[in-house]
């Protein structure tokens, strides 16, 4: 695990210094120092403004260097054109970190470009770590630092808590704090990245996993820029059990369009980015609401062990909504016991229901204690990991209600979520207070609720990985013999001028990779093909091989089920002059005869790189599957095994690959080796390799294996 | 259009009278009375209970009889023995309308549901308009009617607005009722429909849709009961131009058998309402925050008039993510005019984006006029339908920001929407006062308008058709002589104890609905089944005629190409000896000969009958399209030409029909024909049919129609 940068001087300073403070409580550079005041910053304030002898009851110095004191962080408000010789001037005084608002560096064209690497330089050489440029800051809610221009703070003092806030946008992420607070979430921090000349987003993500207040970290994402670190950072908060909750946009095509022209980089394929989080474990939220939701059921105080639901409620029609949601989510409405539901029968009004969904009814309002003693019950069944209660209005009694829910939920070591439409205030500050996740409406407990469970089973099967010592190799390339053979063959077809390797050179470069390829000889003339044909054994296929055809089939070069040694020297020439006709410029190496396979199910196994995350690879069943009804799975390399089969089994079309209607089942062993190995192929070929195609690959009934008949390899 | 049942003496009453009132203020029988006085009901009051001579300061009738008027509505909570009393008391007295809030009815089984259904006969007998029973009552914001015990009621006087809300649940419906006007809905008219014993679901909303002040329906809904009303009530809402948004509850398997035990009946498959809520014009809701955001944009002083939508953001996130919305729910993000863009350039200052999303900037807290003005150039440009704008904060800026944008909306006559975080309480009521649909995040208010969206270009197609005469016949059944043959033929396999017809029965019923199937012969003996093949020409069919063997491939009862008379006798002594070996009872009429129908691609087409809609008419393409990856589309019949065409283009093997990659186009306009005719059949046989599975229909190039291979009718 790579060690995180340490940004205590940047988030639990001792001593601020505000360059380019202003008395002016409104402007930008004036707010950081009216937050710190009126929020009671402990350690020391120093303004630094050669305008001004005191700014708002402070001195104010007229140069860092002036400053009678060590400083730890360093609040840089001035045009950009100033920010170099500003944090020369830190270097100078070594100040340990610094947050550069001042906008107009990469993101307004090239020399801002400049610019920025500028301070960059400097940053690093005097060993600052430096948040932004364009950024608005970063504040501590323990610590009381507001080193932000973030207008949230004008409401009143922030809600303290375990999440961390890491935003790649400044505006949204202040409006996002705000919102989050409302909601019920509690900060400990919040960071606005900007254009990360230095510190990145997985650095800030790093330190937090590393901080011990931290529980959650939430996040929104524009552009993760270093795929590798961000990888690296969501490992080292998997392994930690720290949920780390990302909001990342740019999912559609004019979504992705907007984003190039807001931060000038093109970000890499959204559906890339869903592979990245689902396998480095990134809890993805989809919208803003979400994103909160996660972090609210993330700080719940105990985690559920299985996906197991009871459902309490106080009206049936929200009892059938949280079991839709609870399918369609993949939890599991739990069965209670024969014992349970006595138990509950008990207490309940006949006219209750004891099954679950657990119906209380209203008459839970009329018997006080009836909330209590049922989800007491409720939770003792083995089969419930998770309570869900629902409950509406109930302006009088509310409060009470929350209390006796808050005292059975602390008794249990299970998870306790409440979904409470339009709640009494009472009734809300108490279960916040007591740490009970809860939410607005009958279907956002149960959703939040299954992204978490989802979190812990990736986790638990991380884990176990772990554990079994399979997650070693994660990242490493193997490299050694086949890497250097592969790229001999790739470096001669560049210098050869192609981009394509012939079907042939992308067959041996799979094979050194232990993917099986027919066997299959290169004939010079007819009477070689003929004689190829006899040794290979009939029925033959015959295919033209020239390194400027790459369609094939469509330049007629293709013969399948050839029969004799008469008819394949016949195929010979037919091929030959066809493609001749098709192409009177390409080069004819020849014709590639090989064994005809056939009787197996024909899938795809493809490899490509991403602009951000390097090694993508794709698999699907051949043909229309993928073609036409888009049914595929993709993933980043490095792959282990068990996320290859949950590869395979993702596609709709499985069950094809497993035995449909008692029809045989395929190889699916030899496959998930298959497309191990282009994990592998693609990844230490990465420099190299533009795109593979293996289509058709053909998987054999079980303890078939597979053959890979046709191979596309573009350099 | 059927006419709705007038209920003005229930929604607009004149007088009330509260049979089983009691001064107790918290309890259900005292709180009709607490919320009329309290919030003002202008009619007459008259509290009927023998037990007092006084509540709460009116004075108390011991009988209706006693009460000295007429009386337009009773409230009527008592124990639910005593309801038909009182109900034969309101006939006695001529009152007018009813609500029952008493339980203990068909909810409870059997004994209830007699009650039930004597209170049923009485109301009906008296011209009773009866609401429930075991419901929460009905209230009018406008008229101060408060025939309820919903305590949203004790948190202050309700808002009003334009939204009739109809709810199948009376807690959930009371909870909704709160949040929804958190949310900003206001409402007119709520109704809780409790068991429906006399008045339903439908007939509320078909006296809403004519109710003046109404101008959107929102309805919670859990089993549609009654299947035609529900579709009556919905065109006549989409005719009237009255959105009807509905969440229904139920869409899960558990979900389904939680409000199966929860109403005590199934109601029909989920995927089947899906379909009449496509087919009717009802905007379904996903989720209770989903039905409000619906009713919010519906509720909008104009609804635009096409997908065009502009974007404009204070934060280049938010854009982002507001692009991403649009595309995913099938809005354009409007390619803004050269003109336009310019004209924002003037204005906009050089950092901000003049392109869609139009990003603002922070610019625009400090200068006013820049949010207006920008706005205005963005609402000229033609290609602009709608206008949705991102906000955060601005606690000192916001509301003047919002008057400035109420402002320019008036003035236009395009959509306005905001989107607006975290927004500060006085921006939220101007906006809310001035009728701007305002949502809390930058998605929501994308989502809703892409709904309203939608509806407008539904009920503009449906306003087209039914220009051109096209809606005339939809619920009407043709009949006449092929329905009469068809049920001959059902009526006969029926007596003989059949429930599957035999393949040839089938098709016969097939051809009487124009559905082209092989030329056949039915051969009893070899030589019949020589000659048969010579007469239909080789290649042919030939398959077991057996009333008592349906899977005929599993009996071995099937041989395809068949090419010569030799080989046709042989194949007739094999099947035969396969069937008697599969099943010795099995009664064999013979073999059946076919023409062997090729090189068209296979279909199927099939038809149930569901508990509440009736027909339903499924298509996919065969095999593991339908069979594994679940690519079906569905509709309840009677069906018209475009909703079939549509239905065609919904599954995703869609290009394989339309000549996918340059592959032969297939006869689409007869497989329409086709579907259509299903249609027909499966409406006009609806008594007697229970599935139709044409698997396959073989589909051949365009121009060649379509031939039905193999066809299954259970009866």
Redesign the interface.
């Known amino acids: 695990m790579a060690t995180a940068p340490n940004l205590d001087a940047m988030f639990k300073p001792r001593s601020i210094a505000l360059v380019g403070a202003s008395g002016e409580a409104?402007k930008l550079s004036g707010r950081p120092l009216r937050f710190l005041l009126q929020y009671g910053y402990q350690g020391k304030i120093y303004p630094v403004n050669p305008r001004y002898e005191e700014v708002a009851g402070l001195k104010c110095y007229p140069s860092l260097a002036a400053v009678p004191d060590e400083i730890d962080l360093a609040v840089i408000a001035l045009p950009a054109a100033a920010v170099p010789a500003a944090l020369k001037e830190c270097a100078a005084k070594g100040v340990k970190a610094a947050t550069v608002f001042s906008?107009g560096f990469a993101?307004?064209g090239e020399e801002g470009r400049k610019l920025q690497e500028e301070i960059r330089d400097i940053a690093l050489a005097g060993g600052i770590a430096l948040d932004g440029p364009n950024c608005a800051g970063l504040l501590s809610v323990r610590e009381k630092v507001f080193a932000t221009f973030n207008?949230?703070m004008?409401?009143g003092a922030p809600l303290e808590g375990p999440v961390a806030f890491v935003s790649?946008?400044g505006?949204?992420?202040?409006?996002?704090f705000?919102?989050a607070q409302?909601a019920g979430v509690g900060f400990n921090y919040w960071v606005s990245t900007g254009n990360e000349a230095v510190l990145g987003f997985a650095d800030y993500v790093s330190y937090f996993v590393e901080e011990e207040s931290t529980r959650v970290i939430m996040a929104?994402m524009?552009d993760a820029r270093d795929g590798e670190a961000l990888k690296a950072c969501a490992l080292k908060a998997l392994e930690a059990g720290k949920p780390l909750i990302v909001l990342k946009?740019?999912?559609?095509?004019?979504?992705a369009?907007?984003?190039t022209?807001?931060?000038g980089a093109l970000a890499g394929s959204d559906k890339v980015y869903g592979a990245v989080f689902h396998q480095y474990g990134i809890i993805r939220a989809n919208?803003?609401?979400e994103l909160f939701d996660l972090a609210t059921i993330c700080t719940a105080p105990r985690w559920p062990r299985g996906r197991g639901v009871a459902l309490m409620t106080?009206?049936?029609?929200?009892?059938?909504?949280m079991?839709?949601?609870?399918?369609?989510t993949g939890l599991e409405?739990a069965k209670l016991s024969p014992e349970t539901v006595e138990a509950l029968r008990q207490v309940l009004p006949p006219?209750a229901?004891a099954?679950n969904?657990v119906?209380v009814t209203?008459e839970l309002v009329a018997r006080p204690g009836l909330l209590k003693r049922s989800m007491e019950i409720v939770l003792a069944d083995p089969a419930v990991d998770s309570l869900v209660i629902f409950l509406?209005?109930?302006?009088?009694t509310g409060a009470g209600l929350a209390q006796d829910i808050a005292e059975v939920a602390e008794a249990s070591e299970k998870t306790v979520v409440v979904n409470w439409?339009?709640p009494p205030p009472e009734a809300l500050a108490i279960l916040r207070e007591k740490k009970i996740p809860v939410f607005?409406?009958?279907?956002?407990g149960v959703r939040a609720l299954a992204g978490l469970v989802k979190y812990l089973e990736r986790r638990q099967r991380y884990l176990a990985r772990r554990a079994a010592g399979k997650e070693g190799h994660r990242g490493a390339e193997v490299g050694g013999e086949r890497q250097a053979k592969a790229r001999e063959i790739m470096a001669r077809a560049r210098q050869a001028g192609r981009k394509a390797l012939t079907e042939a050179e992308a067959k041996t470069i799979l094979e050194l990779y232990g993917i099986p390829t027919p066997r299959r000889r290169l004939a010079e003339s007819a009477a070689a093909a003929a004689a190829a044909a006899e040794e290979l054994g009939f029925p033959v296929v015959m295919k033209i091989a020239s390194p400027d055809i790459t369609h094939k089939t469509e330049a007629g070069g293709v013969r399948l089920g050839i029969k004799s040694a008469a008819e394949a020297a016949a195929a010979f020439e037919e091929i030959l002059s066809r493609a001749k006709a098709y192409n009177p410029q390409a080069a004819l190496a020849g014709v590639l005869v090989e064994e005809m396979v056939t009787g197996g199910l024909e899938v795809m196994v493809g490899a490509k790189q991403d602009a951000r995350f390097g090694p993508v690879v794709t698999f699907g069943l051949g043909g229309?599957f993928v073609?036409?009804?888009?049914?595929y799975a993709l993933r980043v390399a490095p792959l282990e095994e068990e996320e290859v089969l949950a590869m395979l089994r993702e596609i709709?079309?499985y069950?094809?690959l497993a035995g449909?209607?008692g029809g045989e089942a395929r190889d699916v062993a030899a496959l998930a080796r298959i497309i191990l190995a282009v994990g592998e192929l693609a990844a230490e070929l990465r420099e190299d390799l533009v795109e593979l195609d293996i289509n058709p690959l053909l998987v054999m009934p079980e303890g078939g294996g597979v053959k890979a008949v046709d191979a596309l390899m573009v350099v």
Chains 1, 2 share one sequence.
């Open positions: 409104t906008a993101e307004v207008t949230a004008e409401r790649q946008s505006a949204l992420g202040t409006y996002m705000a919102a409302d929104y524009e946009v740019g999912t559609s095509e004019a979504g369009r907007a984003a022209s807001h931060t919208d803003v609401e106080i009206s049936g029609g929200a009892g059938i909504l079991c839709d949601r609870c399918e369609e409405v006219f229901s099954v969904p119906d209203a509406g209005l109930q302006l009088a439409m339009a607005p409406d009958p279907a956002r229309v073609e036409v009804l888009r049914d709709k079309g069950p094809l449909y209607r």
